[in-house]
């Protein structure tokens, strides 16, 4: 039974990293209703501007870690000012494939710059493990769930009550009607972008720093994207409950099945969600009123 | 003699070989109530997309107070004091009452975007304003105040218009752009909306422009009356020259052999 509640918190720690990159990638299909596969190499690339910042220019952590964000925000306008804003208008599956193809040039920088080689970060987060009553967690794990607690919390705040999140959610139902009431969509669209690289930034820093960054961390995405189907593509607070539930759900069936079952299970419950409510766990289907 | 506040010119609309709108010209006198007639497909909504910047004309110009409007993008025309409604309601579901009509609002606060995401002091201070002014103007004109925190989900059809109607008043509009207010309503309602109509008009320095197909309410509120048919204006002026007029009773019921 111990050890049950052992592997539960786990998997739950590390379904915390799922949530953060979910997020960012609910907050740009809300906004702008692209469906950004980008996500995966945003994560690696913000971890290797932090790495950049941090190691290889010797700002120390806290003053690399704040360059890496802002770098990683102002990736994502970059994406979103140059690559997807000269294509609105166009049939979507246009701007779904022009993020494959961001993700795929991220990748291939990130090889350029910085080699196949897995570089390791910094240690911030303590390693000194946590026991809770004969509970061991490790101690990174544990601090980086903290950390996505903390982001995720600050995160689901702003888009709730601000104005500006307000203005997010107005625009995700109904841009016509946004902007006749004098939303600059056009700036909503920018704004969901930054969120985007600071919440994928984050995710993939907090992912690195247990076993260090490659230009394949992005791939975790994949993942990702299982999480966002699960909650249902629109519903920001399903999307951590099905975080945590995807991450838990591994561990357990990696600690008792084995790595090969680890590896679908979780996607096949996925699977069946889909076939039994398509709209997802959370999501809200859309009707439109004629 | 009012002066007009909005003063549309010789403005073309075609979608492909389709004149939506040919030579329209119509000026709307300040503190005045014109409404836009006509059956349907006469380029009554197209007008309204032209104006709020959704349709881009072929030629013509849009005066509002003096400043060109149809070079600017749609969502400056709730900031210059232009707000409208929408044939089907376009309230957002999931938001409470307060919080549609606060984003009726969106364009006075200073704090943009950007800025209230970094100052969240200031433009917390700026929200609490126009609470204020919600709770203290809209929702007693317009009798809301036991709905204020309720979701407008599942409000009656007649209270989601006011609730339109509000979102569009809390930016303090000089035009207020009406998208068939009567549509859909019972005949009791309709007078009540037509009286709120024209309080607000007496009350505040509003303008209204609005597009019905509803004959009895509009002859009763409006001072102006134009008509559309195929996309050109066929008569314009008050209810009873325009009722009179034979084009118009020709566009409405077909002419006489």
Partial sequence: MNLFLEFSLIGLASGGIYVLAALSFVIVYKATNIFNFATGEMMMFGTYFFYLFDTQLGFGWVAGLGMGLVSAALLALAIERTMLRPLLGRPHIVLVMVTFGVGSILRGFAGLFWGPNVRQLPEILPRKPIFLGDILVPGKLAWGFVTVGVIAGLFMLYYRYSRAGTAIRATSIDQVTAESLGINIRAVFLLAWALAGLLTAASGIITASVNGVTPQLGLVALNVLAVVMLAGMTSVGGVVIAGLFVGWMETIVGAYLGAAWQSFIPYLVVLVVMFVKPSGLFGEQRVERI | MATDILDVAGVNVAFGGIRALSDVSLRVPERSVTAVIGPNGAGKTTLFNVISGFYRAQSGNVMFAGADLLSQPAHTRSG???????????????????????????????????????????????????????????????????????????????????????????????????????????????????????????????????????MESIMNMSDQVVVLNFGQVIAAGTPGKVQADPAVIEAYLGAEE
């Fill in chain 2, 80 to 214: 210059v004091g232009i707000s409208r409604t929408f044939q089907n309601i376009a309230l957002f579901p999931g938001m409470t009452v307060a919080e549609n009509i606060k984003l009726g609002a969106h364009a006075q606060l200073r704090a943009n975007l950007f800025s209230a995401m970094l100052y969240l002091g200031s433009a917390a201070s700026e929200e609490r304003a126009i609470e204020r002014r919600i709770d203290e103007t809209v929702m007693t004109l317009l009798g809301l105040e036991e709905f204020r925190d309720s979701s407008v989900s599942g409000l009656p059809y007649g209270t989601q218009k006011r609730i339109e109607l509000a979102r569009a008043l809390i930016s303090q509009p000089r035009l207020l752009m009406l998208d068939e207010p009567f549509a859909g309503l019972p005949t009791a309602e309709k007078a009540k909306m037509a009286g709120q109509i024209r309080k607000v008009v007496a009350e505040t320095s509003v303008t209204v422009l609005l597009i019905d197909h509803d």
